[in-house]
């Protein structure tokens, strides 16, 4: 991979291609190309990739650890105010104040010991990101994510007992099989709690998954290269 301080212009050329591409995904799937956020996937990456993305207008970044998240994100702010960084990976209960303060949008709400963390936090700092429920869709036992049993249950109680800003779900489907059954269980269980953000589709099936009616797509790879 060359390097991004010295040449933004592959990642500039990354993300064109990858935006083709969901437009594309979009045309066969009838939706409007606006309606899907690509989240471009900054983990592993020095702050001067990100600052390469930005400048190709790439706004929402994914990140899977609270510490790069602060050593990468909280100085960028000043000079790019459309910046929204969310977090994807699985969160340790000690580090949700640290979320809460960095973070725009954490993606990974699984378990309740995490929600009432997270509430906490919230009512500590004053500050309210948006949270998304992270669903074990395949229910395989290796992977993060509340059980498919326990989900309609978990999500109510994060809505109803704990108050927090739910705004949708999102899913790592197993990596053999066809994905989209496992992408519309989710769109049906996000219909169900009148949920509108579904965060699914990475680079290897993000297109199945615009599909059947992601509203975010997690791309890393494709678009900084690999580490």
């Known amino acids: 991979m060359s390097d991004p301080l010295n040449d933004p212009a592959p990642i500039a050329a990354n993300l064109a291609r990858v935006r083709d591409s969901i437009a594309e995904a ?3 799937a009838n939706r409007d190309p606006a309606s ?5 996937v900054s983990k592993t990456n020095p702050q001067a990739a990100v600052l390469a993305a930005l400048a190709a207008t790439q706004t929402v970044f994914g990140e899977n650890r609270v510490q790069e998240a602060q050593q990468k994100f909280p100085s960028l702010r000043a000079d790019h105010p459309a910046l929204r960084l969310h977090l994807i990976g699985a969160l340790q209960t000690n580090k949700a104040r640290d979320a809460v303060r960095v ?10 010991k995490l929600a009432a963390a997270l509430a906490e936090a919230m009512a500590k700092e004053g500050r309210r990101p948006g949270l998304l429920v992270q669903v074990n869709i395949g229910d395989e036992p290796q992977k993060a994510g509340i059980p498919t049993a326990e989900a309609d249950a978990f999500i109510r ?46 680079s290897g099936d ?16 494709a678009i900084f290269g690999a580490r």
């Open 103 to 112: 973070a725009d949008v954490i993606e990974s709400l699984d378990r309740p």
């Open 206 to 221: 993000y297109q199945a998954a615009i599909a059947e009616g992601a509203t975010h797509v997690r791309i890393g790879t």
């Open 157 to 202: 109680a994060c809505l109803d007992d704990h108050g927090l800003p739910v705004e949708g779900l999102m899913c790592i489907p197993p990596v053999e099989g066809d994905p989209r059954p496992h992408f519309a269980a989710m769109r049906e269980m996000a219909a169900r709690h009148g949920l509108k953000t579904l965060s699914m589709g990475m």
């Open 36 to 40: 899907v956020t690509l989240i471009a």
């Open 26 to 28: 979009c045309l066969r």
